[in-house]
């Protein structure tokens, strides 16, 4: 099949990151169809097709898809004539007041990443689908850490923290707390900081500085975890973050993993907690970091395949929405 991952924002790179992973793990064809690959502020991720640079080609692609992932549900009205003809995945990435549900709502489905998204309740009913991570690709790998412990700290954004009933939430990342504890141990300590100061880096430098880094915090307020997990993961790394808050969220992770009961690979923290885990994983040295990195990087090999996750997630969802398309043109 020919599969369009079309978004109308860069999604942290997601549309064309799964684009990738489908045609690297699949026999299908995807591409990505966006309308940039940069929020404008320095974040840019690696891209495909952006409609604001090359009109016709976005449309080409879009008229021989077979299927089309609506990121968010979201689509640019001059593209709305081609991708109601087509059968339709809406993915959520967002609460569901920043998500458009027409095609849901016309009972196409509807997938949510598997993320603290996915443990709402405003989400039942819908399909959860891991977030992609392409382990295979060089930026993913791990290389041969420093000496020198270093500690990986990049957030999608300098929030602090929201009220738990503000729409913003899930943006929370602790990120001053963070900060001056993480400058508080580099002095104690020595380490080398991998972080966001005055200006946000783009994604292939946010990779190479976890691939830099023994440990990666991720976020340690809302709850969640985000693509920084995984990613740290991936470079073989310590990841710590506050998935435990949040029951739900642990057992959606568990359920992506397909891990039953087990544990999930992150060390635990909370605000309250997170000097204390800092120091006990800064003070077992870097030769043992390394060692914790490497079998992270494994982990995500055997749990977080998207070959496995295709056949497991995503193909009963593409299967339904051909499906209730062919039904429709039947009718």
């Not at 850490?145 to 923290?161: C, D, L, M, N, W």
């Not at 914790?292 to 969802?317: C, D, L, V, Y």
Request: glycine share 6%.
């Amino acid at each position: 099949m020919n599969i369009v991952s079309y978004a109308t924002t860069p999604l942290a790179g997601v549309p064309a990151i799964l684009a990738r992973c489908i045609t690297a793990e699949t026999v299908h064809r995807a591409r990505c169809v966006w309308a940039r690959s940069t929020y404008g502020n320095g974040v840019v991720f690696t891209g495909d097709i952006e409609w604001s640079k090359s009109p016709a080609e976005a449309e080409e692609k879009l008229d021989e898809a077979d299927v089309v992932i609506v990121h968010n549900g979201k689509v640019a009205s001059q593209h709305r004539r081609i991708i109601d003809t087509k059968p339709v995945i809406t993915m959520a990435h967002n609460y569901r007041w920043n998500v458009d549900c027409r095609y849901v709502n016309k009972g196409l489905p509807g997938a949510v990443v598997g993320q603290y998204q996915a443990s709402l309740p405003e989400f039942q009913g819908w399909n959860v689908v891991p977030d992609p991570i392409p382990i295979w690709e060089p930026e993913y790998q791990p290389t041969e850490k420093p000496t020198q412990i270093a500690v990986a700290f990049t957030p999608s954004g300098k929030h602090e923290r929201f009220p738990s009933t503000d729409p913003l939430y899930w943006h929370s990342k602790g990120y001053t707390t963070t900060m001056r504890l993480l400058d508080k141990l580099a002095q104690s300590y020595g380490l080398q900081l991998e972080v966001i100061r005055s200006v946000q880096v783009n994604h292939i430098e946010s990779l190479a500085m976890k691939r830099r880094a023994h440990v990666v915090i991720d976020e340690c307020v809302t709850g969640s975890y985000h693509r920084d997990s995984l990613e740290g993961l991936a470079a073989g790394c310590v990841v710590v973050n506050g998935m435990h808050l949040r029951t739900g969220v642990v057992e959606v992770f568990r359920m992506c993993a397909e891990i039953g009961g087990a544990d999930a690979p992150f060390v635990y923290a909370d605000f309250g907690s997170l000097e204390e885990v800092l120091v006990f994983l800064i003070e077992k040295g870097s030769a043992v970091l390394s060692s914790m990195g490497r079998s992270n990087h494994e982990w995500m090999k055997s749990h977080w395949a998207f070959s496995r996750q295709w056949t497991r997630f995503w193909a009963p969802i593409i299967e339904a929405a051909l499906e209730i398309a062919h039904h429709r043109k039947r009718q």
